[in-house]
């Protein structure tokens, strides 16, 4: 069964501009979410989605912002980027249920350098 | 506020030793924890969880509520168990995916 897969691994952007990553959850997976990790802040709640609709949202601006096709695969997209959203974006699939029946399996991430 | 802390960015024992990565959280509720844990050039990965009571790869962690703590523990150390570990905290009841996360301790065994 394949893992969790984002694109690209690596992005260099400028400041203002904006960019698009992508994350194809583990094949029956509904529930895609994405995290930021920064060394500074650890790893940071961003977004949930399932069934292509945003179930839970972290505390970032509106910068920031998802979404999900019917195939379960997600995009995060990020605009007016700063120098401060520099980070490891991860992705994480799931089937969405319970707690009790439906870890986390996490993608390697995209490296997002913005200078 | 809802909180994860993991004291140790570092810890470092010998093989064979007892290891213990520490976790205290902030939470008002009950709350539901978890340890991941990514091994050299490997994906996060969830080690255990506490609703689950389970012992993996030896490691167990108990959910003290008295003293807030989620210490991970093993009675003896292996090589293969250096990582970077993160204690996480579910910041709503039933959702496994809103993590709330500590910075993570770095394991090293020594051998």
């Known amino acids: 069964k394949a893992g969790v897969t984002q694109t690209p691994r690596y992005l260099i952007k400028t400041r203002g501009q904006q960019v698009t990553l992508s994350c194809s959850p583990i094949s029956g997976h509904r529930s895609v979410s994405w995290y930021q990790q920064t060394p500074g802040q650890g790893l940071q709640f961003l977004f949930e989605?399932?069934?292509?609709?945003?179930?839970n949202k972290g505390n970032f601006p509106g910068r920031f912002s998802g979404r999900q096709f019917s195939n379960s695969r997600s995009e995060m997209n990020v605009s007016t980027l700063e120098l401060g959203d520099s980070a490891l974006y991860l992705c994480?699939?799931?089937?969405?249920?319970?707690?009790?029946?439906?870890?986390?399996?996490f993608g390697n991430g995209t490296r997002l350098t913005v200078t | 506020a809802q909180r994860v802390t993991q004291p140790e960015k570092l810890l470092s024992v010998f093989k064979g030793a007892p290891v213990e990565l520490k976790c205290n959280y902030s939470y008002s509720g009950s709350p539901e924890l978890f340890w991941y844990v990514q091994y050299s050039r490997q994906r996060l990965q969830l080690l255990l969880r506490?609703?689950?009571?389970?012992s993996i790869k030896g490691f167990t962690a108990d959910l003290n509520k008295g003293e807030t703590s989620f210490h991970l523990k093993k009675p003896f150390a292996q090589e293969e168990d250096s990582a970077m570990y993160y204690c996480a905290l579910s910041g709503q009841a039933g959702n496994n995916r809103k993590l709330i996360w500590g910075l993570g301790t770095s394991l090293a065994v020594n051998p």
């Open positions: 989605y399932f069934s292509e609709t945003q179930r």
């Open positions: 994480a699939s799931s089937f969405g249920s319970l707690v009790r029946s439906s870890p986390l399996h």
């Open positions: 506490h609703i689950s009571r389970e």
